[in-house]
Antibody
Framework: EVQLVESGGGLVQPGSSLKLSCVAS????????MHWIRQAPKKGLEWIAL????????YYADSVKGRFTISRDSSKNTLYLEMNSLRSEDTAMYYC?????????WGQGVMVTVSP | DIQMTQSPPVLSASVGDRVTLSCKAS??????LDWYQQKHGETPKLLIY???NLQTGIPSRFSGSGSGTDYTLTISSLQPEDVATYYC????????FGAGTKLELK
């Protein structure tokens, strides 16, 4: 059974840092490009970051560029998102997703709330 | 950056209706477009990839079409379980979701 399990979310103050993890199982993690996608409360989906299957390329949305860093450890089947200088507008559910010609696999999401 | 405009924002239809959802890109995206379905309280699900390819396990009443800047998701006969928000997503240049179309039952 395919699983993507996110963790590391929580309530933090503006300006703080947080690191999300996404542990993959049930598929060949090292063959998939991996993304982070977020969804603010009652809002639509926003793509925020991509890392290629071999970590050779990384891309970011303008809204997070310079503040967020995507990485992966294929030996641990784990995707990461390091988030710095968090703002209230970063409050959202954060999903990891596996891309092999479409986002075939999604995690259940982890909530990040940025509030004083 | 490519902008994706979905219309209508909300669509009310009856069971059995043929439903058409639109997604328009701000520039040619060369069919590099997927459709996702998100039911209330659930994670999104891939329906259609590369404009018109039905994902495994998705009912055949769903279909996609389009080219250039204009793309369409069609449900041939609406079922109650199709109530959801539908998002288009382009990956031709950068990566962008549309704002979604919320599909309701009339």
């Amino acid at each position: 059974e395919v699983q993507l399990v996110e963790s590391g979310g929580g309530l933090v103050q503006p300006g703080s840092s947080l690191k999300l993890s996404c542990v993959a199982s049930g598929f060949t993690f090292s063959s998939y490009n991996m993304h982070w996608i977020r969804q603010a409360p009652k809002k639509g989906l926003e793509w925020i970051a991509l890392i290629y299957y071999d970590s050779s390329k990384k891309y970011y949305a303008d809204s997070v560029k310079g503040r967020f860093t995507i990485s992966r450890d294929s030996s641990k089947n784990t995707l990461y998102l390091e988030m710095n200088s968090l703002r209230s507008e970063d409050t959202a559910m954060y999903y990891c997703a596996g891309d092999y010609g479409g986002f075939h696999y999604w995690g259940q999401g982890v909530m990040v709330t940025v509030s004083p | 950056d490519i902008q994706m405009t979905q219309s209508p924002p909300v669509l009310s239809a009856s069971v059995g209706d043929r439903v058409t959802l639109s997604c328009k890109a701000s520039q040619n995206i060369n069919k590099n477009l997927d459709w996702y379905q998100q039911k209330h309280g659930e994670t999104p699900k891939l329906l259609i990839y590369y404009t018109n390819n039905l994902q495994t396990g998705i009912p055949s009443r769903f279909s996609g079409s389009g080219s250039g800047t204009d793309y369409t998701l069609t449900i041939s006969s609406l079922q109650p379980e199709d109530v959801a928000t539908y998002y288009c997503y382009q990956y031709n240049s950068g990566y962008t979701f549309g704002a979604g179309t919320k599909l309701e039952l009339k």
